[in-house]
């Protein structure tokens, strides 16, 4: 058998890159929408498809999403409590796919940071419209699977008879909502860094000047 763990050749992939695996979610959701992005054209230049085609494209976009949220609600706990803030519990944030759960700790964020979702090519005008569109998800594949499965572990369909989702007006949405999430991700981390940096200082400052 081929070996293909480990050996010096060209294609290989590293994991934990960095030691700090919960710091590489938003590598790993990058990695998804742009396979998806890369799926998505290609399907939108042939028509028709076959339909199991679509079904990798939906699931990789709606794990990216579910990859950028939980990288923010993560990330936010650190923000929140530098900012004096309530901060979200994290404890259980990989315990669950649903993505409702991480609306109310990604509202609270983007509130603090005067964040919205009326972004440039957004097809959402506030958070309320992402949120109906989260809801909208959660309602098809609230446990990542209705995309990977025909059927539930008690082998009932996971969806309805000839239930329709159109694959290119989906990426066109997510495709455009992944980038902003991204950004915003890397904006929390570098706003965590600032604000610690500062708070950091500012105790160096009362540290020396108590001494004097």
């Known amino acids: ?10 294609g290989n992939v590293v994991f934990n890159f960095t030691g700090d695996p919960i710091g590489e979610l938003s590598a790993f959701a990058l990695g998804y929408r742009e396979a998806a992005n890369r799926l998505a054209t290609e399907f939108s230049q042939s028509d028709p498809r076959p339909d199991y085609e ?8 709606r794990h990216s999403l579910e990859l950028y949220l939980k990288a923010i609600v993560y990330r936010s706990a650190g923000l929140m409590g530098l900012m004096g803030k309530e901060k979200p519990d994290v404890t259980k944030l990989f315990k669950s796919h649903k993505l409702r759960r991480l609306l109310a700790p990604v509202r609270a964020v983007f509130n603090a940071m005067q964040w919205n979702f009326d972004f440039e ?8 419209e992402f949120e109906q569109f989260i809801g909208t998800i959660d309602s098809i594949d609230a ?3 209705g995309f990977r ?7 009932q369909a996971n969806l309805p008879h000839h239930y329709v989702i159109n694959v290119i007006s989906f990426a066109k949405i997510m495709s455009s909502l992944l980038s902003y999430l991204e950004g915003a991700a890397d904006l929390i981390k570098e ?3 600032t604000v610690a940096e500062a708070s950091y200082d500012l105790q160096q400052y009362l540290a020396e000047d108590s001494e004097a």
Do not use: Q
Not at 54 to 61: A, K, N, S
Not at 121 to 128: G, Q
């Open 1 to 10: 058998m081929r070996p293909f763990i480990n050996i010096p050749s060209p």
């Open 54 to 61: 679509g079904y990798p494209i939906l699931y990789l976009y």
């Open 121 to 128: 090519d957004s097809e959402f005008a506030s958070f309320d």
């Open 143 to 145: 446990d990542s699977d």
């Open 149 to 155: 499965y025909p059927m539930n572990r008690e082998g």
């Open 191 to 193: 706003s965590w860094l």
